[in-house]
């Protein structure tokens, strides 16, 4: 797919449609919880926001139909928005591969001002796992790359650490935590 785009514009998009999101606290909360392997909720999220864009983008050249790729983004950065550590099981998340695509609508919705196109694409998210299929072709294309993304982690295949740099990059440049330059242009 590098000949699509390259990895530094798909960096960008994330970016650019995903930042009212990213730059939350509430999103950074993902930081926290452990989802594959040593891959972080975010870092799987924001890796899954990649692979989407990658696949909507050849969609859009193969069928000549413009997809919401805002929403693809947003939706992918919050499909597993679920906010606990799924691992621990006798905390009573034993069914969360069924549960948790709900719980993170509900948390998303609570959160973020999200559009229905954003709701179906976290609450399809596991489909086949949970029966009903997605209703839009990003809510598709999301749930294939979570699966992709997931395989990745799983096996520690790396395939996003240049894309969740420059995420964490743009953050903490916007934080403050990161300067530029010389001080006197340093970011407040
Ligand atoms: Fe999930
Ligand atoms: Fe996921």
């Not at 906010?83 to 969360?96: Q, R, S």
């Not at 294939?144 to 743009?170: G, L, M, P, Q, V």
Request: net charge negative.
């Amino acid at each position: 797919m590098a000949e699509l785009v390259s990895e530094y514009k798909i960096a960008k998009e994330i970016y650019e449609h995903g930042k009212e999101i990213i730059l939350t606290d509430e999103a950074q909360e993902m930081k926290k919880f452990t989802q594959h392997g040593d891959t972080s909720v975010f870092e799987h999220a924001v890796s899954v926001a990649k692979y989407s864009l990658i696949y909507a983008i050849a969609f859009e050249k193969i069928f000549g139909k413009e997809l919401d790729k805002k929403s693809l983004v947003r939706g992918a950065l919050l499909h597993d928005y679920f906010l606990y550590d799924w691992h621990e099981k006798h905390k009573g998340h034993g069914l969360h591969g069924f549960t948790h695509p709900r719980t993170a609508a509900d948390n998303a919705d609570r959160d973020f001002d999200l559009n229905d196109r954003e709701k179906d694409i976290i609450s399809k998210h596991m489909f086949p796992l949970t029966p009903i299929p997605p209703k839009h072709i990003e809510s598709a294309i999301v749930c294939i790359a979570d699966k992709w993304c997931a395989i990745c982690e799983t096996f520690k295949i790396d395939i996003s650490s240049y894309i969740i740099y420059r995420i964490n990059f743009r953050f903490d440049l916007v934080r403050g935590n990161i300067r530029i330059g010389r001080e006197s242009h340093a970011l407040k």
